[in-house]
């Protein structure tokens, strides 16, 4: 699985291509269709990259990678595409921004989860969260090697193994350890102004953010 097809060229979604790319991964990467990420950006970030990344539709992209990182504002969500993804790991790197999304009651209400969301919306999919508690920008630098002392620690959750066993090997390529929360309805945990949010933190802190976070902010 070495091709990673990116829907979202914004901050997170350049960043995951900048990495994968370093570490030997083909990259084909799209545009969110929104003034955050216009089509000469793309351009852009993909002249950087080199021949290993491509821009495309979001539809190709969605077919051509062996799994993908969806990375687009939640009120995005409906134009993401479910048919090329059928059957393939899709990372969520999604978090709830109503100032910027509009209101979704079932969120505020602690009755779905971002993800969760995301996988209702792509039934034939193994969605995981990933890289949504990070800032944008530290992704390409904080890693470090394996073993190294007080490693920070990035979390994960899924309704499939296979999914966040995915999401953990390309944490530990990017260098991060990580803490596995179990389903996507307990991916709340890491999102937005919880304890987990946006801190650099070793696995055993992020374990213990992680479970003292509130269910409704």
Known sequence: MRTIGIIGAGHIGSQVARKAVHLGYDVVISNSRGPETPAELVAELVAELGPKARAATAAEAAAAGDFAVVTVPLKSLKDIPVEPLAGKIVIDTNNYYWERDG?????????????????????????????????????TIDGTPAGTDNRRALATASDYPE????????????????????????????????PAYVVRQNAAELTENLAKAPRTI
């Open 103 to 139: 209101r979704f009651p079932a969120l505020d209400n602690g009755e779905t989860t971002t993800s969760g969301l995301l996988q209702e919306h792509l039934p034939t999919s193994k969605v995981a969260k990933g890289f949504n508690h990070i800032q944008y920008g530290q992704i």
């Open 163 to 194: 999914a966040s066993g995915l999401v953990t090997k390309l944490y530990d390529e990017f260098g991060f350890d990580t803490v596995d929360i179990g389903p996507l309805s307990e991916s709340w945990r890491a999102e937005r102004d919880r």
